[in-house]
């Protein structure tokens, strides 16, 4: 299948191309580089031995999306493209509005006017707000974010089961990402955002690195064994193979459904911290910091109806993600140590 994978040269989406790649398919890559770099196309191609196509652009410019559907006879359409830093969205919503919001609007006015009723949705745990009771399933009430970003995400479910009320023939599977972290084995893609990093494991291969001096544990006062904040931490890998598994579905099927990805289980910071020092084998000084702005104490998912629908669950480990993550940390400062020298 040739499937559109908006924002596909970001961290999801590229890990998403090399699966999809790997399983037969053909994934367009659609980008605006805001977030993301362009020699990642290469880099899959150095994984998987084939350049995936790669078209510059926004998803706010509707009549560049439909001539991209309508020219590269797209089946299905993965959304990843949306700005995601839940700090800078309190600071910046109307840039979040815009973008995630007019960008979906624009995306699905385009995928209507081409025939294309397919659509995989980046959606988050987010959308759950603070948890009544754990682990979350899907039937869960959603609508309590505590940030604008949260509010995207859960607008634009709102905004697909609207759609597949009013039109039958659409299918918009939201997949729920509890805390994507770890890199492709190769080392060659994985979680490098521009500037200081919001989330933790990018922050903690740098503090390791030495590129950072010390991680701000934000919060040990919460009510969890060690008071530190848990999460339901995913590999990437599987977070893509969960995208892989759910295509078959959304071109089985019409209607709305939210699917949780997750793992099932929680993770402290510490135990985090624990885990990529014994991974990398270097030291990673922590200092504690105040609560975050808009942080919950804990969330973990219960994953079986990916198992029941799509047939998938995720296998790595947190010891698997923490190794992954150093290698292309690693790698990745080897590289720009390279660069300096050239
Ligand atoms: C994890 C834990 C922090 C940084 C958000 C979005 C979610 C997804 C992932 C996009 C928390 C603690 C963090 C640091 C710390 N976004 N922490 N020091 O906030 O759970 O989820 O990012 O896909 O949709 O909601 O992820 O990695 O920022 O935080 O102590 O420097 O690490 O307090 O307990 P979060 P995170």
Redesign the pocket.
Known sequence: MRVLLTGGMGFIGSHTAVVLQEAGHEPVLFDNLSNADRSVASRIERITGRAPQFIEGDIRDGALLEKVLREEAVDAVIHFAGL?A?GESVVKPLEYFDNNLTGTLRLLEAMRASGVKRLIFSS???VYGPPAHLPLQETDPTGEATNPY?RTKIMIEEMLADLCRADPEWSAVCLR?F??IGAHPSGLIGDDPNGIP????P?VSRVANGRLPF?????NDYDTPDG??V?DYIHVMDLARGHAAALPYAMSHTGWRAVNLGCGRGYS?LEVVAAFEKASGRRVPVKFAPR?TG?IAANWCDPALARGLFGWEAKLTIEDMCRDAWRFESMRAAEAAAQTQS
């Open positions: 995601k839940v988050s745990s987010t949260g990402y805390n994507p919001n989330n933790l494991l922050y991680l701000n544990v934000y919060g530190t904040g999460r910071v975050r942080d």
